[in-house]
Each structure stands twice: as C-alpha cells, then as structure tokens.
C-alpha cells in the first residue's frame, strides 16, 4: 500500500527563512507525489506534483520540491518565508493501480515576524 | 482546473439528525470524492463518487452512515446520517478531470464545517 509520513506536525520559521516541510513516502510502484496546502477555513489547493518527468519539481507561490528515490523523500522547501506562507500542507501519493490520494498527517507552518 | 462549490459552508447540528452537503462544480467531471478531515487530522477517503453507479465506499465508512447521490456530472451530495458528536469534522468534496490517471491531481472544495451537538 503506498504511503507518506510527514515529519514534524508543527514548523515555525522567521519572515525570510528557508522554510522545509519533509515527507517521506512508501509505495510499491513508482510513486507519483503531491503537495497540497490548506490556508485557514479553505480547502486544498495544489502546490506541485511530481510525475516522474524532473527530479526537482517548481509550483506556486516560489515552492519547490525535489523527488530522492534513494532517500524516498519528497521534501518540499522555499527559500524565502512570506507571512502569507502560514498554513497546513499536507504531502500525499497515488494509489498503486488508481487515481486516489493517501494523504500525511500534515503541517502546520507559523511564520514569525 | 474546476472551480467547486459547497452548502452549507459550515452548520451546528443535534445529535440523531442528518445534514445533507452538496458539492457543484463548474464543468462535467467523472470523478467526484468526499473525504472527512477530523479535527487536526489529516484527511480521509469516505467514497468516490461516479455518475451512473453506485458510489464506492472506502474501509470504515458504510452507506447508511453516509449516504452519497451522483445525478449528474456536476453535482453531488453526502448525508451525514443520524448524527453523532464524532462526526464533528471538515466534509471535502473533491474532483479529478482528466480520466483517473495516477498523476492526476485533484481538486478541492472550500469544505464544510460540521459541529454535532
């Protein structure tokens, strides 16, 4: 069954700091990996997703993450911290023969000024 | 993309009473899910949700706990059937539009907030 485990529920960073949210996932075919992120009283909205076609995968707001199939991580990371960055992300992985989504525990990011 | 709706966006209900949720979207899709994110916790399948059949529900979760309807290809909705303080979670409706592909992403409703009494 494929799987992710996300390190650290909660990470605080300075305005400006390199912010990193590690997940690391477990599947029994090649993965294909998802980051999400969950702004207070909102849904899910799609950070990037990683589809075997780049290693280091760019998607919105200046998030990048890199897929390490030795290290079977995905961690997901931004230089730069805004204040706007403060919410939930959560990292998952497509099933093994289908279309759905296990999703990490998720994690909380706070932003200090 | 697909821009999806929710009603009621959040609601505070008695316990033994039922809330149906529905979950519109902007284009036909295929795929419709409903997941339950408890409070703190991650997210978790409840069913997908396909027009045309009936909905398929994951390990956990039972039909008459959690009725679902699929009339059209831009519609849904989840009944949360005699209510139960447990059931005090964040209901997501979500929908995949490209045919089901593993690296397909999906996309998300704003959710609604249920509080039981």
């Known amino acids: 069954a494929q799987s992710v485990t996300q390190l650290g529920s909660h990470v605080s960073v300075s305005e400006g700091a390199l912010v990193l949210l590690r997940c690391n996932y477990s599947?029994?075919?090649?993965?294909?990996l998802f980051w999400y992120v969950q702004y207070p009283n909102q849904g899910l909205q799609l950070l990037l997703k990683?589809?075997?076609?780049?290693?280091l995968v760019k998607g919105i707001n200046g998030f990048e993450a890199e897929f390490k199939k030795s290290e079977t991580s995905f961690h997901l990371t931004k230089p730069s911290a805004h204040m706007s960055d403060a919410a939930e992300y959560f990292c998952?992985?497509?099933?093994?023969?289908?279309?759905?989504?296990?999703f990490g525990a998720g994690t909380t990011v706070t932003v200090r000024a | 993309s697909a821009v999806i709706s929710q009603k009621p966006s959040r609601d505070i209900c008695q316990r033994g009473t039922s809330l149906t949720i529905q979950c519109q979207v902007d284009?036909?899709?295929?795929?419709m899910f409903w997941y339950r994110q408890q409070p703190g916790q991650s997210l978790t399948l409840i069913a997908t949700?396909?027009?045309?059949?009936?909905?398929?529900?994951e390990s956990g979760f039972v039909i008459d706990k959690f009725p679902i309807s699929r009339p059209n290809l831009t519609f849904s909705t989840l009944t949360v059937s005699n209510m139960s303080p447990e059931d005090s979670s964040i209901y997501l409706c979500?929908?995949?539009?490209?045919?089901?592909?593993?690296?397909?992403?999906?996309?998300f409703g704003p959710g609604t907030r249920l509080t039981v009494l």
């Open positions: 979500s929908v995949e539009t490209s045919g089901g592909a593993r690296e397909d992403e999906q996309f």
């Open positions: 599947s029994s075919v090649p993965p294909y």
């Open positions: 990683y589809t075997s076609a780049a290693t």
């Open positions: 998952a992985v497509s099933g093994s023969g289908d279309y759905k989504l296990s």
């Open positions: 284009s036909q899709v295929t795929m």
């Open positions: 949700a396909n027009q045309g059949s009936e909905a398929t529900y």
